[in-house]
């Protein structure tokens, strides 16, 4: 079926703040190895906030392009890679298919270089982000992928990736599963699991998870020599959650899920100002099903209630890891604040151009990790998707108090989206290109 020539797309003008809804030409197949999907569904996200504000970079600013790097839709072309023909590349230009139900990560990557291979897919050399000026977006009614075989994640597809669960259940799963909920996989929802999974995993959190003291929490048979040993309170994980947006709320309902799963005990504070956003991850943290959030305390706080309670409940030590989802120089400055000597701040918010806002003496004296950057969402999304299926109950619905996604709007509603979810009046926003 031949493709329209043109079609409607939300673009960004600059210098900033100016959001419009144009007619422009729909995508061709440029090289090989592209594919055109067809948008079935393109999400707002706090990172298409920096293009929006005009903090794209005073070399890019003034290039009109279109936003958005979160979609799900299906294939309607492919490039001449693809076809029983391609050995030795990536699984999908063998049988990714047109009409095939996609959903991409915000970056593109080819899948089949070193850096691809060690998993760390967000940053694949030949790689770019969708919705900037160098990669058109996904909030319109056609987008081009390339390198698309080592980028997209088939779904119609569920033999071509990895899941703890076995396929008949993936794919029941999969047939139950809105097309809204399964958007959360383009990024939010691997980028809020990325930041708990380094922090549970990072070696300045071993001695308390382990219950064994440094350096012994790194030895698997060591049980003599140990001088000390750890009182129950020692073993309580404590983790400062800051900025409760959209991935703010899969950092948190992720890190909760790895700890009620390995029975870890712990407390977590989960920190804005914006009381509505507590208000949801309270909601969200009661719809948890107790498979899912164990038997730690958790509080929704503001800033300056969370730092009498990380003081409170650590006698002053502080939190063993900091999650900070905001991406700027309070956040950090909160972040090493709260933060343990000998603990960990993961940031996975976005930042621009500031220097820390602490000084190498001051990094030197707490002994602290800093674990920085953007999500390899596409090596993350078979452990994204078996914590979609599992926790449908926060992901699963559209506008409840409880659910991630507010609203599901039409492209004439961009404008007032992106200024509404700007100014933290709405949550996560969906548009549907073709209402
Ligand atoms: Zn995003
Ligand atoms: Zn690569």
């Known amino acids: 079926m031949p493709l329209p020539e043109i079609q409607k797309a939300i673009r960004w003008h600059p210098p900033s703040y100016d959001i419009r809804v144009e007619d422009v030409p729909v995508p ?23 293009v929006y504000r005009g903090h794209g970079g005073a070399m890019i600013n003034n290039k009109i392009h279109t936003c958005g790097h979160e979609f799900i839709g299906e294939v309607v072309a492919l490039g001449e890679s693809f076809g029983a023909k391609a050995e030795g590349r990536p699984a999908l230009y063998s049988s990714l298919k047109i009409g095939d139900k996609v959903v991409s990560p915000f970056t593109v990557n080819c899948g089949e270089c070193h850096v691809c291979r060690l998993g760390y897919t967000g940053r694949c050399p030949d790689g770019s982000l969708f919705g900037t000026p160098a990669l058109e977006g996904g909030q319109a009614q056609f987008v081009r992928v390339p390198k698309a075989g080592g980028t997209l994640f088939n779904l119609s597809n569920p033999s071509t990736w990895s899941s703890a669960m076995p396929e008949s259940l993936k794919e029941q799963a999969l047939s139950k599963i809105a097309d809204s909920s399964l958007l959360m996989l383009a990024d939010i929802l691997p980028t809020g699991l990325f930041a708990a999974l380094q922090a549970i995993n990072h070696p300045k959190v071993a001695a308390v998870i382990t219950g ?38 899969c950092a948190t309902v992720s890190i909760l899920d790895i700890l009620a799963t390995r029975n870890i005990p712990f407390r977590i504070v989960a920190i804005d100002p914006n009381e509505a956003r507590r208000e949801k991850v309270k909601a969200v943290y009661d719809a948890i099903g107790p498979d899912g959030k164990g038997t730690g305390e958790f509080a929704a706080l503001s800033i300056d209630e969370a730092k009498i309670k ?5 006698n002053g030590v502080g939190a063993t890891a900091v999650l900070e989802v905001v991406g700027n120089v309070s956040a950090l400055e909160l972040s090493f604040e709260l933060v343990r000597t000998f603990g960990v701040i993961v940031s996975v918010g976005v930042h621009g151009e500031s220097l820390l806002p602490m000084t190498t003496r001051q990094i030197y004296g707490k002994n602290i990790s800093f674990d920085f950057g953007r999500c390899p969402s596409r090596a993350m999304f078979p452990l994204a998707f078996d914590i979609l299926v599992k926790r449908q109950d926060v992901f699963g619905k559209v506008g409840d108090p409880a659910s991630l996604i507010d609203r599901i709007v039409d492209f004439s509603q961009a404008p007032e ?19």
Not at 29 to 36: G, K, L, T
């Open 417 to 435: 989206s992106y200024r509404a979810f700007d100014k933290g009046e709405i949550g996560k926003v969906i548009f549907d290109p073709w209402k």
């Open 212 to 249: 064994k003291p440094w350096p012994l929490c790194f030895s698997q048979n060591v049980t003599t020599g140990n001088e000390v040993s750890l009182l129950e309170s020692d073993k309580v994980l404590t983790v400062a959650i800051i900025g409760l947006g959209p991935v703010g709320i």
């Open 310 to 314: 990380v003081n409170e409940w650590t």
């Open 28 to 50: 061709s197949i440029q090289h090989p190895d592209d594919a055109i999907i067809k948008v079935k569904l393109g999400a707002l996200c706090g990172s298409d906030l920096h």
